[in-house]
Each structure stands twice: as C-alpha cells, then as structure tokens.
C-alpha cells in the first residue's frame, strides 16, 4: 500500500480559481517525471489571505501559484520578496525556504522566453499595449533583455504614470503610425478574451509582415488579434506561451526538476 504521507503539496489560489488550469498542467508533469507532488486550487477570500498564507508556512507547503485578486495584496504577508517581483509590483509565486514564505514572479519569464525562442532581443523595439500587471511584467522582461520599450493605452494616463515609473516612452493611441514602428507587439490587454472573441486591440492597418506579435491572452487560443496578424505575414505567438512558461519556471522553483514542456504544452492544448 503506498504511503501518500511524503507527497508534497502545492497550491494555487485565488477568487475566482474554478477557471484555473494549474492543477492539471503541474499535476501531469509530476506524473510524468514520478515524483511525489501534489497540486490543488483553494478558493481565497481578500479577508482569509493572511490566515491562509500562514497556514501555508506551517503545513510546509512546498509552493503556491498566486492568481488574481491577490498577485499584490498577498506581498504584505510575505518574509521576502526577490527584486523582480518588486519591480512588477506583483507576486505570481510563493515558495517556502527554510520556514520563509519567498515570493518571485515569473510572469516576466512566460513574456521573454517564447520570444527569446524566436528572435535575438536585444536593440529590438517592442510596443506594449496595456497599463495592468501583464503589462508591467512584459515591461520588466523586455527592459532587461535589452529592448527598446513603449508602452500605449486607451487610458492615456494610466499609460503615461507606467511609462514614468519604468522609464520607458509613453505613445498615445491616436498617435500610432500606421505600420506601427516597432518590431515586437504584445498585447497585454484583455481585450478578444473570451467570450468577446471578436474583439481585437489593433486594427489590420497598423500591422505589417515584418512584426512579432504576441497576444498574451490565452483563451481562445487563436484571438482575433492573432488571425488579424497571420493575415498580414507576421510571425505570431500564442498566450498559451506564456501561460506555459510561466508554469514552467513555478514547478522548477517548488520540485527542482527541469520541466517537461512538452507534456504541459500537451496538456493544456488538450483541455483547452
């Protein structure tokens, strides 16, 4: 009879989390590999975070994925939090070292490795659209590999208090040039999110065949944005990259185990 008493446990958590995809994309890379690990969603209330991270310490939980609404309010809570994720402003990962809860973000990690995959990076001109937290972790990312970063927003302001935080140039929507100038796209809105799958954050006429465009939303997997810029030759990148590999790093960080990509690309393309 195996003895389920050493199996590891890890967590994702937010409010609403019955939509999350962890579970299964860390729960079948364990399988694979055979290790004793076992990932569940719980459902946080604002008012239980506190109480729940605690918690977490103490049962020796060996990691938790953190969703919205908490990606900022949970940092109080925690003993450390690594310089990235201080410059996001937003913690997506917890691991638990030496009775410390640490936490990281590796939504940046999801933005830059599929588009390391792709292209060299440095001293390419990238457009972020957006002013929330993917966009700032897509800031983040693309700043330390060197790119040259913009950022627009149909809230001018919004956009104009990130692009001063993070000293990047600020573009007003009504100003874009038609191809935009930049080399790399990424949308980091949640506009063509479903259920609203026909919407899209650019029109066909600001994009040319010679963009990379990245659409950070992953549901559906094909957004409009997407066909828009398949149409017009660009070379396109999936949300589901970054959900991916962002995943990717977390079961690295809690396991120490290389992930397999492959079988968390499966899985998701699956359920999805």
Same mark, same amino acid.
């Given at each position: 009879?195996?003895?389920?008493?050493?199996?590891?446990?890890?967590?994702?958590?937010?409010?609403?989390?019955?939509?999350?995809?962890?579970?299964?994309?860390?729960?079948?890379?364990?399988?694979?590999?055979?290790?004793?690990?076992?990932?569940?969603?719980?459902?946080?209330?604002?008012?239980?975070?506190?109480?729940?991270?605690?918690?977490?310490?103490?049962?020796?939980?060996?990691? +938790? =994925? $953190? %969703?919205?609404?908490?990606?900022?309010?949970?940092?109080?809570?925690?003993? #450390?939090?690594?310089?990235?994720? @201080? !410059?996001?402003?937003?913690?997506?990962?917890?691991?638990?070292?030496?009775?410390?809860?640490?936490?990281?973000?590796?939504?940046?990690?999801?933005?830059?490795?599929?588009?390391?995959?792709?292209?060299?990076?440095?001293?390419?001109?990238?457009?972020?659209?957006?002013?929330?937290?993917?966009?700032?972790?897509?800031?983040?990312?693309?700043?330390?590999?060197?790119?040259? +970063? =913009? $950022? %627009?927003?149909?809230?001018?302001?919004?956009?104009?208090?990130?692009?001063? #935080?993070?000293?990047?140039?600020? @573009? !007003?929507?009504?100003?874009?040039?038609?191809?935009?100038?930049?080399?790399?796209?990424?949308?980091?809105?949640?506009?063509?999110?479903?259920?609203?799958?026909?919407?899209?954050?650019?029109?066909?006429?600001?994009?040319?065949?010679?963009?990379?465009?990245?659409?950070?939303?992953?549901?559906?997997?094909?957004?409009?944005?997407?066909?828009?810029?398949?149409?017009?030759?660009?070379? $396109?990148?999936?949300?589901?990259?970054?959900?991916?590999?962002?995943?990717?790093?977390?079961?690295?960080?809690?396991?120490?185990?290389?992930?397999?990509?492959?079988?968390?690309?499966?899985?998701?393309?699956?359920?999805?």
């Amino acid at each position: 009879m195996d003895d389920s008493s050493d199996i590891k446990s890890c967590y994702v958590i937010g409010n609403p989390i019955e939509h999350s995809l962890s579970p299964q994309i860390h729960n079948a890379a364990y399988e694979v590999l055979k290790l004793k690990f076992s990932f569940k969603k719980k459902q946080v209330l604002t008012s239980e975070l506190e109480a729940v991270v605690t918690k977490f310490k103490q049962d020796q939980v060996s990691g +938790v =994925s $953190v %969703t919205l609404p908490h990606k900022e309010s949970v940092i109080p809570f925690l003993d #450390e939090v690594d310089s990235i994720a @201080l !410059a996001v402003g937003a913690v997506n990962t917890i691991t638990i070292q030496k009775g410390r809860l640490i936490g990281s973000n590796t939504d940046i990690y999801g933005v830059v490795e599929p588009l390391k995959k792709i292209a060299d990076l440095r001293g390419k001109r990238a457009l972020i659209l957006g002013a929330g937290g993917a966009a700032r972790s897509a800031i983040c990312g693309l700043k330390e590999e060197g790119v040259r +970063v =913009s $950022v %627009t927003n149909r809230t001018q302001a919004k956009a104009e208090k990130l692009a001063e #935080e993070f000293s990047v140039d600020c @573009l !007003a929507m009504d100003s874009l040039k038609e191809p935009i100038e930049a080399d790399i796209i990424v949308n980091a809105t949640k506009v063509g999110m479903y259920p609203k799958v026909d919407d899209s954050p650019l029109e066909e006429k600001f994009l040319s065949a010679e963009h990379i465009v990245f659409d950070l939303v992953y549901n559906p997997r094909k957004t409009q944005l997407l066909r828009i810029a398949e149409k017009k030759g660009c070379t $396109v990148i999936s949300g589901l990259e970054m959900f991916i590999y962002q995943a990717a790093k977390q079961f690295e960080m809690y396991t120490e185990n290389k992930a397999p990509l492959d079988v968390m690309r499966r899985t998701v393309e699956e359920i999805l």
